[in-house]
């Protein structure tokens, strides 16, 4: 058989339906990249179970195997060194043609390839064309998805922390239960429990009862705007030791100051209502006509779950309302009121850069405001591209990777409302059936894999 440098094989006594071989007559024996390899016995045999990560630059699929030791071999590697191997037995299947192989178990994944097929499996079989660097027999990506489906959701390996203040939300619940659902194991981490040591050299999180937080992959950050101080003064010293954070700290800062995240908007020519912002009392009717008068809409600044949102309907109205907040020395946003909206808007949920659900949120009778909390209901909607767009745009303006992106639709097209940083998933997937959650754990998988 002629074969190129880089082959397809597959193992069947392994139960690895695909996986990519370098061949190399420089090499004797044959090896393949083993992880957490055990020694046990089946009565008088040596066997050895251990994990198999078949696909290159990929450790979300894992094929855990079982062999027969027969026999352990000082080898040296390519670098010179020699090491101590298990050596096992087992049926290789090249282009439709089987037969029986020694594969050694390197435990080290610098060989690049998975697995390496030596001289001493080729005897009478193989001839290489050195020429020829492509596959003879290819596998597609495609193809790979499929054979290893079960594979990848029952294989991550991840060490994530939710950092939240409450295990009991629907949407922690269910981030909890998609990491454990792909693999992973995730600790619940109370931000206020968390405290830090700041160190050049050696930073570290310790949590309540002295614990440091030292083998984190990755936190999923659900900050309550009352903590977003310290929660990100925390997501930064996880960013210091090398956590990678679903959300970084600057993005959600960004987020949760909305005269700053405006600004942002416009200046990227994001449309928005007509906003006028004020601290001091005086000029108040002019702030009115900023907006171009009646109704008009009065929001506090750290309004969350429409709180703080107040429809003035006359000129008189807004101007009591304005001096009243201003009595209490609260920055204050006025807007234009989207009266053609109908107590309806539209939440995008952006993951990755991509819209991956939407709905819409319509107010209650009598009510302008559409929140859950206000007691809007949800229903799937089906988004422009323009409305995708704008949602894609204005989470990419604050590099926010999870995103709920709130539109309003007016004469004038969408315009941007606000964006939130931890946007609840309960809305959203029950109304859309979508696995959100999910989605939200796929993203740490590929950006470390990227890493
Ligand atoms: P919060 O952050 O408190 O949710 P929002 O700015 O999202 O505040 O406003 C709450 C709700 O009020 C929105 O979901 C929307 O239905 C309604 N709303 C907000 N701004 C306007 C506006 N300019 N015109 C019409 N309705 C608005």
Redesign the pocket.
């Known amino acids: 058989m002629m074969l190129g440098s880089e082959e397809w094989c597959s193992l069947p006594d392994l139960r690895i339906p695909a996986i990519k071989m370098r061949i190399d007559s420089g090499a004797k024996t044959s090896a393949i990249h083993a992880l957490n390899i055990e020694e046990f016995r089946k009565g008088n045999e040596r066997w050895v179970k251990y994990d198999i990560f078949p696909i290159q630059d990929n450790r979300y699929v894992r094929v855990t195997c079982e062999s027969k030791v027969t026999s352990e071999r000082e080898i040296k590697s390519s670098m010179g060194f020699s090491e101590r191997r298990y050596v096992i037995q087992t049926v290789i299947n090249v282009g439709g043609e089987s037969w029986e192989i020694e594969l050694s178990l390197a435990n080290r994944d610098s060989m690049g390839f998975r697995m390496l097929l030596g001289r001493e499996a080729m005897i009478n079989r193989i001839i290489i064309d050195p020429a020829k660097r492509e596959c003879q027999f290819n596998v597609s990506q495609n193809q790979l998805n499929k054979l290893y489906k079960n594979k990848q959701i029952k294989s991550g390996n991840l060490n994530i922390g939710l950092l939240a203040s409450n295990p009991d939300l629907y949407s922690n619940q269910r981030i909890i239960q998609a990491a454990e659902e792909r693999g992973h194991s995730i600790s619940f981490l109370n931000i206020t429990n968390c405290y830090m040591k700041l160190d050049s050299e050696k930073p570290e999180v310790h949590y309540r009862g002295g614990d440091v937080l030292d083998d984190f992959d990755a936190v999923i950050p659900r900050i309550r705007p009352n903590v977003t101080f310290y929660g990100c003064a925390l997501i930064r010293q996880f960013d210091s030791v090398n956590v990678y954070s679903l959300n970084s700290a600057s993005a959600i800062s960004k987020s949760r100051d909305?005269l700053f995240s405006t600004q942002l908007f416009s200046k990227h020519g994001i449309n928005i209502?007509i906003t006028g912002f004020a601290n001091s009392p005086i000029d108040t009717n002019d702030l009115i006509k900023m907006v171009n008068g009646a109704p008009?809409?009065i929001?506090l600044l750290e309004?969350?779950?429409?709180?703080?949102?107040v429809?003035a309907e006359t000129n008189k109205a807004a101007e009591s309302v304005i001096n009243a907040f201003k009595s209490l020395h609260t920055n204050i946003l006025v807007?234009?009121?989207?009266?053609e909206?109908g107590?309806?808007?539209i939440r995008c949920f952006v993951i990755d850069g991509k819209v991956i659900a939407s709905i819409q949120?319509s107010?209650q009778p009598g009510e302008?405001?559409?929140?859950i909390h206000?007691g809007?209901t949800a229903s799937i909607v089906k988004i422009t591209a323009e409305e995708r767009k704008l949602a894609i745009k204005a989470a990419k303006i604050l590099k926010l990777d999870v995103a709920g992106v709130?539109i309003?639709r007016s004469n004038k097209g969408p315009?941007l409302?606000?964006v939130?940083s931890s946007p609840g998933l309960e809305g959203i997937e029950k109304a859309t059936g979508k696995d959100i959650a999910s989605l939200m754990i796929q993203v740490i998988e590929k950006k470390l894999r990227k890493q």
Do not use: W, Y
Request: aromatic share 6%; net charge positive.
């Open positions: 909305k209502p008009l809409i929001k309004s969350t779950q429409g709180k703080g949102v429809l807007q234009e009121f989207i009266k909206a107590g309806k808007d949120r107010a302008f405001r559409s929140n206000q809007g709130d309003i315009l409302l606000e939130n």
